[in-house]
């Protein structure tokens, strides 16, 4: 049951969480200066939304878990997976850092970098080994051709 908190979106909860809060209460008069912050965040918002159905409509079509710490059946190269090898991870990025935007909570930036740091030390690159040792030659091809963070 532990392991279900443990989980990505979890991760995204607590860190959008943290911002909200710091907007709420703890925003010390500091914005981003008016409505562009409002539509750069919609648009990273909606784009990390895109990313991610995008991305979970491939992994169905390829009936392959999209849990993190199960063992994939299919390495997914296909769709918005040859542009990117983290596409939920990218589009859970881009809502936290749209949301910050949005809510103004200009304290809370280094959420972003924190969360990328902390996605990638805990689900990405153990997600890799698993796809190494599984997929071999087929897995370092991909990674030769398609970006982590693209």
């Known amino acids: 049951m532990l392991k279900w908190f443990d989980m990505p979106p979890v991760w995204l909860a607590g860190g959008l969480a943290l911002a909200w809060m710091q907007a ?11 409505a562009w ?16 159905l995008l991305a979970a409509a491939e992994f169905r079509r390829h009936r392959t878990t999209i849990v993190p710490h199960r063992e ?7 769709g918005i ?8 991870y990218l589009g859970d990025a881009l809502i936290l850092a749209g949301l910050i935007l949005k809510w103004d909570a ?4 280094p959420l972003v970098p924190i969360f990328v740091w902390a996605i990638e030390k805990r689900f ?3 997600e890799e080994d698993r796809l190494r040792r599984k997929f071999r030659v087929d897995f370092a091809r991909y990674c030769e051709k398609t970006r982590r963070w693209a």
């Open 24 to 34: 709420a209460h703890f925003s010390m008069g500091l914005d981003f200066g008016g």
């Open 37 to 52: 912050s409002d539509l750069v965040g919609g648009l990273l918002v909606g784009g990390g939304i895109v990313l991610t």
């Open 72 to 78: 994939p059946e299919r390495l997914i190269q296909s």
């Open 81 to 88: 997976f040859a542009r990117s090898r983290n596409p939920i």
């Open 106 to 109: 200009v304290l809370s930036l």
């Open 124 to 126: 990405i690159l153990p």
